[in-house]
């Protein structure tokens, strides 16, 4: 299973892919935690986001891609799915990200899109603002970071929806009922796509694994 979640802040896009993670067991790629793990590790990579960071820079994307290439080579090692939170958050890492899909045959099969009205989503994040302390998240900012969403991000949905992935679930609900419904939606999806893998085969001649030429 090969999951990108697509949400506003404050939605439980990070929660929700820990559900899903452990569920298929399956490497959740969360790219804030890759960016923290190689500014620790001070990888070359590390050291080029710290740059801009430290001039209060929004990192590039070329940065953000060649660390999920990174990060999708080793979940192909690992069996190939994965959940990716986090990303992409323009439509430029969303087509980057199919490219870098299509290179390695991992392209996602369901884009998971969760909803929330503004309301609850600034609840939210007023919650979370006081149990992590963060004093930098100030109302004003809160509402900007859903207003960049919705210019910036929102829009990656109708594409999603137009490649057949779009999976769109209601997030205003308690978290362990969302991700009930989450993984009741991934497991029908991932039966319909272990039949159409199965339709799709072809037909073999018992023992020696080779088609069948039907005109013989």
């Known amino acids: 299973m090969r999951v990108l979640m697509v949400a506003p802040p404050g939605a439980g896009k990070g929660t929700q ?19 923290r793990d190689h500014v620790a590790r001070d990888t070359e990579l590390g050291r080029a986001v710290r740059a801009h960071l430290d001039r209060g820079e929004l990192v590039p994307d070329a940065i953000i891609t060649t660390m999920i290439r990174e990060a999708l080579v080793a979940a192909r090692s690992a069996g190939g ?19 870098i899909g299509l290179e ?22 007023r ?9 930098d998240d100030t109302e004003d900012v809160m509402r900007h ?12 949905i109708a594409w999603y929806r137009q490649r057949g992935i779009l999976i769109s679930i209601d997030a205003m609900r308690p978290a362990k009922d969302v991700a009930h419904d989450i993984i009741d939606a991934l497991e029908a999806k991932q039966r ?18 080779w088609p069948v030429d039907r005109a013989t």
């Open 145 to 156: 970071r859903l207003r960049v969403y919705y210019e910036v991000t929102h829009p990656i």
């Open 17 to 35: 892919a820990t559900v899903i993670a452990n569920h298929f067991d399956i490497p959740h790629i969360a790219t804030g935690d890759l960016l």
């Open 192 to 209: 319909t796509m272990t039949r159409t893998e199965a339709s799709e085969a072809p037909p073999t001649v018992a023992g020696e694994g």
């Open 81 to 99: 799915g994965y959940v990716l939170d986090g990303v992409p958050r323009t439509m430029q890492q969303a087509r980057a990200i199919y490219e």
């Open 127 to 135: 919650a979370r603002a006081v149990v992590e302390r963060r004093s």
């Open 104 to 125: 390695l045959g991992m392209t996602a099969d369901v884009a998971l899109h969760l909803q929330a009205d503004d309301e609850e989503l600034l609840r939210r994040l």
